[in-house]
């Protein structure tokens, strides 16, 4: 039998206890079952996060079926002529470019390059017979005249992807941290400010029905003004590959999954963060080198505000889904609180107790989303400054636990 890295999650049925959107997972639990049901995950990819234990509540399961669903396949904008898609790695996200692009009419997958994870499984989706495979993404990129590029590779080798792939005149879609050090952000920056060249990164947490909804809510002042966030991120250690021991590899716990919480904040509270201490060390996981286990960051908002993020790896193995994500904003006239567990909840100015708003949906995927401000001008979810100022943030707190100081942005 195949092993999990020998078939991609998003070709296998989704079992409980799988990954969520944002940590792709250990590889003992398969770190892309999330992206298994092809047909949810291109119809409904950001409903995932609420289910992906298998055992959500049900007042949760009732809220999540009660929100608008998404565009499904046959609604998605088309755009007006075939795309040519290629691929590097399989690190991460990727299932949320497949998924489309096995769907999308106007997508072909023509292409894709190994990296660490073996890619021919991908090969017996049907609609992916005929992808070629490469075993460098330089000769991918030499052969093939591609239009998008999916960035989805080991962390540490992600910027020469997408720098090659820009040189290519190719929009690129990278798997996040889009860098690693402010040398490398400032080559991406300078790279994908050219004319013509659309850039994102796959940060799925927005499009998820309760932190979408979440987002709404703040914008439309269900709360007021934001004062403070606080957020965590849980995960089972389980059995991760080798580069996540390495630094040069990994970059730090903060640019792998605390990149989701920060993106999620300043998209909800609409503030940037001006400052940032930040603790991150391995503690008591020693056979994973230069991988932290445990971290914490204080950041500072621009209004005066406070945002925290705890994060771990030491998750119960027994628990009954890889992570544990919780969100909570507390605004001038309310507090939304988000936790996997329970979905989103509201306690407003005025209110005696939580209540449950009814959710929304982004009504379309996030590569979709992408496809169509790229190609019909209409502006995606994700704006490229966002993603750039995230990862200078994470980037600080790395700064910040190195020199044991406050790191002014």
Not at 286 to 313: F, K, R, W
């Given at each position: 039998?195949?092993?999990?890295?020998?078939?991609?999650?998003?070709?296998?049925?989704?079992?409980?206890?799988?990954?969520?959107?944002?940590?792709?997972?250990?590889?003992?639990?398969?770190?892309?079952?999330?992206?298994?049901?092809?047909?949810?995950?291109?119809?409904?990819?950001?409903?995932?996060?609420?289910?992906?234990?298998?055992?959500?509540?049900?007042?949760?399961?009732?809220?999540?079926?009660?929100?608008?669903?998404?565009?499904?396949?046959?609604?998605?904008?088309?755009?007006?002529?075939?795309?040519?898609?290629?691929?590097?790695?399989?690190?991460?996200?990727?299932?949320?470019?497949?998924?489309?692009?096995?769907?999308?009419?106007?997508?072909?997958?023509?292409?894709?390059?190994?990296?660490?994870?073996?890619?021919?499984g991908v090969r017996r989706r049907r609609e992916f017979q005929n992808t070629r495979i490469y075993n460098d993404f330089r000769e991918m990129l030499d052969r093939e005249q591609l239009d998008v590029v999916?960035?989805?590779?080991?962390?540490?080798?992600?910027?020469?992807?997408?720098?090659?792939?820009?040189?290519?005149?190719?929009?690129?879609?990278?798997?996040?941290?889009?860098?690693?050090?402010?040398?490398?952000?400032?080559?991406?920056?300078?790279?994908?400010?050219?004319?013509?060249?659309?850039?994102?990164?796959?940060?799925?947490?927005?499009?998820?029905?309760?932190?979408?909804?979440?987002?709404?809510?703040?914008?439309?002042?269900?709360?007021?003004?934001?004062?403070?966030?606080?957020?965590?991120?849980?995960?089972?250690?389980?059995?991760?590959?080798?580069?996540?021991?390495?630094?040069?590899?990994?970059?730090?716990?903060?640019?792998?999954?605390?990149?989701?919480?920060?993106?999620?904040?300043?998209?909800?509270?609409?503030?940037?963060?001006?400052?940032?201490?930040?603790?991150?060390?391995?503690?008591?996981?020693?056979?994973?080198?230069?991988?932290?286990?445990?971290?914490?960051?204080?950041?500072?908002?621009?209004?005066?505000?406070?945002?925290?993020?705890?994060?771990?790896?030491?998750?119960?193995?027994?628990?009954?889904?890889?992570?544990?994500?919780?969100?909570?904003?507390?605004?001038?006239?309310?507090?939304?609180?988000?936790?996997?567990?329970?979905?989103?909840?509201?306690?407003?100015?005025?209110?005696?107790?939580?209540?449950?708003?009814?959710?929304?949906?982004?009504?379309?995927?996030?590569?979709?989303?992408?496809?169509?401000?790229?190609?019909?001008?209409?502006?995606?979810?994700?704006?490229?400054?966002?993603?750039?100022?995230?990862?200078?943030?994470?980037?600080?707190?790395?700064?910040?636990?190195?020199?044991?100081?406050?790191?002014?942005?």
């Amino acid at each position: 039998m195949p092993s999990s890295h020998s078939v991609p999650g998003f070709l296998r049925r989704a079992v409980p206890g799988s990954a969520t959107p944002d940590d792709p997972g250990p590889a003992a639990v398969s770190r892309r079952e999330l992206f298994a049901s092809t047909t949810r995950a291109a119809s409904g990819i950001a409903a995932a996060h609420v289910a992906i234990g298998g055992m959500a509540s049900a007042p949760v399961m009732a809220a999540q079926e009660a929100a608008p669903r998404q565009q499904d396949p046959p609604a998605w904008p088309r755009l007006g002529r075939k795309l040519r898609v290629g691929v590097v790695g399989l690190e991460g996200h990727p299932g949320l470019v497949l998924d489309v692009a096995a769907q999308h009419p106007d997508l072909e997958l023509v292409a894709i390059a190994r990296d660490t994870v073996p890619v021919d499984g991908v090969r017996r989706r049907r609609e992916f017979q005929n992808t070629r495979i490469y075993n460098d993404f330089r000769e991918m990129l030499d052969r093939e005249q591609l239009d998008v590029v999916g960035a989805c590779n080991t962390n540490g080798r992600r910027v020469a992807v997408i720098l090659a792939a820009v040189a290519k005149g190719c929009h690129v879609i990278a798997e996040k941290p889009v860098a690693l050090n402010g040398e490398e952000l400032a080559a991406v920056r300078q790279a994908v400010s050219q004319p013509g060249i659309a850039f994102t990164s796959l940060l799925p947490m927005r499009y998820e029905p309760p932190l979408y909804t979440m987002g709404m809510m703040v914008r439309e002042g269900a709360i007021g003004e934001v004062l403070l966030m606080s957020g965590q991120k849980s995960y089972k250690l389980g059995s991760r590959p080798d580069w996540f021991k390495n630094r040069e590899l990994y970059g730090s716990t903060m640019l792998w999954i605390g990149v989701h919480q920060l993106d999620l904040m300043h998209w909800v509270s609409g503030l940037r963060f001006t400052a940032v201490y930040s603790y991150e060390q391995n503690v008591k996981a020693p056979g994973y080198g230069e991988m932290e286990d445990l971290c914490g960051a204080v950041m500072h908002l621009e209004n005066g505000g406070v945002a925290t993020l705890s994060m771990d790896y030491h998750r119960p193995d027994s628990a009954n889904s890889h992570g544990d994500d919780r969100l909570r904003v507390v605004g001038t006239k309310g507090i939304l609180e988000y936790r996997l567990a329970d979905g989103l909840m509201l306690l407003s100015e005025g209110g005696k107790a939580l209540e449950k708003p009814a959710l929304r949906r982004p009504p379309l995927p996030l590569f979709v989303d992408f496809l169509q401000e790229t190609y019909l001008g209409q502006p995606m979810l994700i704006q490229r400054e966002e993603i750039f100022h995230v990862v200078k943030t994470l980037i600080a707190a790395r700064e910040s636990d190195q020199t044991h100081k406050r790191v002014v942005l």
